[in-house]
């Protein structure tokens, strides 16, 4: 139980396109999902807190209109990197917050989408 | 806030030995969890152990098992019996009690297990 999906694994666009990820709790419900960024052999930095039927919370420095956040369901969310520029390169994880699997109040993680902006 | 702080940038293993990765956090909170997640060169994050603060015991997982020092804000890790597939970035995470809270992690430990 607990698993995330997230689509696609792996994206490669124009710089000025928009792309769209989606973050799936498969077998369970998550009120709340978040949703990271990762540069290779860091730690990972939380963009924004994402919550079912209301507008996401956005970290410090991260810019809300070029990272679109939607939170449509229990059980989907989407982050949509507009306008993408080759420095949104990186990968994108995102996270979903789950009360029921085992063990509880644990975030369970997505496999992440690798973006590359040519 | 909180802070979790992982010292050591890299270490190494012989395979069937055992590790003990290191890990210090710093909160005012009372009542929160700490993680270990595993991240393979697949970069799929895999939780490996959690431990609540009120617990004395240590949560163990298998060839997983930590030491929780609350008192000293010290949670390590021990992977005993290293195997290839250990082979990873190790994070330490904090997590305040409640719904839907943030998770605060360690900037990480590469972990390598040598044949």
């Known amino acids: 139980g607990a698993v995330v999906s997230q689509h696609p694994s792996w994206v490669i666009c124009k710089s000025g396109t928009s792309v769209k990820i989606e973050c799936r709790s498969l077998d369970f419900q998550a009120t709340t999902m978040f949703w990271y960024r990762q540069f290779p052999k860091q730690s990972l930095m939380l963009m924004a807190t994402?919550?079912?039927?209301?507008?996401?919370?956005?970290e410090q420095g991260v810019e809300k209109d070029k990272f679109l956040i939607n939170h449509a369901s229990l059980t989907l969310s989407t982050l949509t990197v507009t306008s993408a520029h080759p420095e949104d390169s990186s990968f994108y994880i995102c996270?979903?917050?789950?009360?029921?699997?085992?063990?509880?109040?644990?975030?369970?993680f997505g496999p992440g989408t690798r973006l590359l902006v040519l | 806030a909180q802070t979790v702080t992982q010292s050591q940038p890299e270490m190494s293993v012989q395979e069937a030995e055992t590790v003990t990765l290191s890990c210090t956090y710093d909160?005012?909170?009372?009542?929160?969890?700490l993680f270990w997640y595993k991240q393979p060169p697949s970069r799929q994050m895999i939780l490996v152990i959690r431990?609540?603060?009120?617990?004395?015991q240590n949560a163990t997982e298998n060839r997983f098992s930590v030491n929780f020092q609350k008192a000293a804000k010290s949670f390590s890790l021990k992977i005993s019996d290293s195997q290839l597939g250990d082979t990873a970035m190790y994070f330490c995470a904090f997590m305040k009690a409640g719904a839907n809270s943030k998770l605060t992690f360690g900037k990480g430990i590469t972990l390598s297990v040598r044949p």
């Open positions: 996270s979903a917050f789950g009360l029921a699997g085992d063990p509880w109040e644990t975030q369970y």
């Open positions: 994402s919550n079912e039927g209301s507008k996401a919370t956005y």
């Open positions: 909160t005012s909170e009372s009542n929160y969890y």
């Open positions: 431990q609540e603060a009120y617990k004395q």
